[in-house]
């Protein structure tokens, strides 16, 4: 860590807690820092398909924190299929401080640095790997001042909280992408078993950078054509497999 920048503060927070960090987070933007809320999905999934998600999505998620929440802030959005010119002017005005509030997906992973957003709100925590998740805090450790990353977690299982507490302790990335491969086995290509080494095709999933590019390619694919209407093979096989799959 850069000289002068102090050590984030990363809590897991339950259902239950979330009024109470809301207030801490006030706290933070009445000094004047700015807040990143990152979402799983872009837009709200529809209900009646069969592959949606009950999930947040970064434009509804913004609405309703303006609405019920941080009625007196400004709150931006920012993802990836917006134009180029809309997500340029976007970040610019996140970067002057005209919004206080980005609610954004995992576009904001790499490749921003705004020093005065010192507080991250990641939903839906469980859905992202723990690489991912450490990677997305990266963002508000950009200043002297003190950074917050505030890991919602919708699932109050005793494994998916171990989980995630272990970027507590972690010291790198690449430590957590080890740790999430231990805690969850590679499981299998194909079949019933979604965790555990057995299936030799999936022991390519030790390759961590492989995984990284492969989770990449599956965000972008899922954002760009969330109901896979351009790929009805791959549709037909998820559908095929969605019973067998373990979502955490």
Not at 63 to 68: G, W
Not at 93 to 114: D, H, P, Q, R, Y
């Amino acid at each position: 860590m850069p000289a002068g920048r102090k050590q984030i503060i990363t809590e897991i927070i339950t259902p239950n807690k979330r009024a109470e960090t809301y207030e801490k987070i006030r706290k933070e933007l009445k000094d004047g820092r700015q807040l990143y809320v990152i979402c799983p999905r872009i837009f709200e999934p529809d209900p009646e398909k069969e592959l949606a998600l009950n999930v947040k999505s970064a434009v509804e998620e913004a609405k309703r924190l303006k609405k019920e929440v941080f009625q007196e802030y400004e709150i931006g959005v920012l993802h990836s299929k917006m134009s180029k010119e809309k997500k340029e002017k976007v970040m610019q005005e996140f970067v002057l401080g005209k919004i206080n509030i980005l609610c954004a997906t995992s576009v904001v992973e790499v490749g921003v640095n705004v020093p005065n957003a010192t507080v991250i709100i990641i939903e839906g925590a469980e859905r992202f790997g723990l690489a991912q998740l450490h990677q997305l805090r990266g963002r508000v450790i950009r200043s002297s001042h003190q950074a917050y990353c505030f890991i919602f977690a919708e699932v109050k299982s005793e494994k998916t909280i171990a989980r995630l507490n272990a970027l507590k302790t972690a010291k790198s990335g690449f430590e957590l992408a080890e740790l999430d491969l231990s805690l969850r086995g590679a499981g299998e290509l194909s079949g019933t078993k979604q965790w555990g080494i057995t299936d030799l095709g999936m022991e390519a999933i030790k390759n961590i950078k492989m995984v990284e590019a492969a989770r990449a390619e599956a965000v972008r694919l899922i954002e760009e054509d969330p109901e896979l209407k351009n790929c009805p093979l791959l549709k037909q096989k998820v559908k095929s497999k969605v019973s067998e799959f373990h979502f955490e």
